[in-house]
């Protein structure tokens, strides 16, 4: 799957393990501090792109070979990475935002 922007859709094919690659606009999209080695390390194994451009030509580079690709070391170490510390697919979400946000409050 390809996105074409930082979306919900992005952390649901990200998180259901379908090979996913992402380009987004960096004038629009910034990230904390904290967040940016996660973001480096998808970008490093080529998850995520800057540019329409670079992320079509690593697609033609993989393209016979997708599933190498994702299933590579270092791309499900950058996920697993990622997933952990940003995208949240608890049961309990409801109960884990609902402490967050009182925690936040009080």
């Given at each position: ?95 884990e935002w609902y402490d967050e946000f009182q925690s936040l409050i009080n």
């Amino acid at each position: 799957v390809v996105h074409s922007y930082l979306c919900t859709s992005f952390l649901e094919t990200l998180a259901i393990d379908i090979p996913t690659i992402c380009f987004y606009d960096n004038t629009i999209y910034k990230f904390r501090d904290d967040a940016l080695p996660f973001i480096r390390d998808l970008e490093d194994v080529g998850i995520i792109y800057n540019s329409p451009i670079e992320a079509s030509k690593f697609i033609n580079q993989i393209e016979s070979n997708i599933n190498s690709w994702w299933n590579s070391p270092n791309v499900i170490q950058a996920r697993v990475n990622f997933k952990s510390n940003y995208a949240n697919f608890s049961n309990k979400w409801y109960n884990e935002w609902y402490d967050e946000f009182q925690s936040l409050i009080n």
